[in-house]
């Protein structure tokens, strides 16, 4: 089935440092999700977009729906060591009837203290 | 609040045994339900979803299949599993009708033997 494309596949980070991660798809899009998922565990929503172009943060991440509709991208203020995992998008697009959601591939975030 | 179950956490099965995970949400009415399987280290499969009782939209021919026997419970079965089946099965849902948000549930680790 379709998947989008987040880049990176994987990043090793200082402890401190910034994050930032994108997912693109060749479909339009008017919902963006983006989700946690630690080992062993259900993906845990971090953020919703809804709007192009719109910006939203939650505590040190921030997500930001892009002007095309087609991607999307999230930040990870002063990394800490609980943010490793892998980290997905997911888009929705609810004007073409579908229930469906389309996931990204992945990117898994190591932090170094 | 809205709850998401998922029994068993874990299960390991031999070849051609039946399988019955179930899902149970609380806190909300009507939900779109979904079943997702994720091979290790791999991204999101979806593979059935409902958007009420008894209505299922399978989305990969396979050895599964999804049954919606009350508004809040999700069951994915098989009459004989394959080792292929092993994989990490997520349950998730939508409040229909009110954003386009997706939770997950906690899901449930099969090992087909």
């Not at chain 1, 994050?19 to 479909?27: D, E, G, I, K, L």
């Amino acid at each position: 089935g379709q998947q989008l494309n987040q880049s990176p596949q994987s990043m090793f980070i200082q402890e401190g440092e910034d994050v930032s991660m994108n997912c693109t798809s060749s479909s339009i899009f008017n919902t963006w999700l983006w989700y946690k998922q630690d080992p062993g565990e259900g993906p845990v929503l971090l953020i919703a977009l809804y709007k192009a172009g719109e910006l939203t943060s939650n505590g040190r991440l921030t997500a930001q729906f892009g002007i095309t509709r087609k991607d999307s991208f999230l930040n990870i203020s002063a990394s800490i060591p609980s943010d490793v995992g892998i980290y997905f998008c997911a888009g929705h697009d609810s004007t073409s009837g579908t229930y469906k959601y389309i996931f990204g591939t992945g990117t898994r975030l190591k932090v170094l203290a | 609040s809205q709850t998401i179950h998922q029994w068993p956490a874990t299960l390991v099965q031999p070849v051609g045994s039946p399988l019955s995970l179930e899902c149970t949400v609380e806190g909300t009415s009507n939900p779109n339900l979904y079943w997702y399987r994720q091979a290790a280290g791999r991204g999101l499969q979806l593979l059935f979803y409902s958007v009420g009782i008894g209505q299922i939209s399978s989305e990969v021919p396979q050895n599964l299949s999804a049954s919606r026997p009350q508004d809040r419970q999700f069951i994915l079965s098989s009459k004989k599993l394959l080792l292929s089946d092993s994989g990490f099965y997520l349950c998730a849902w939508r409040w229909a009708g009110r954003g386009y948000e997706q939770y997950f549930g906690p899901g449930t680790r099969l090992t087909v033997t």
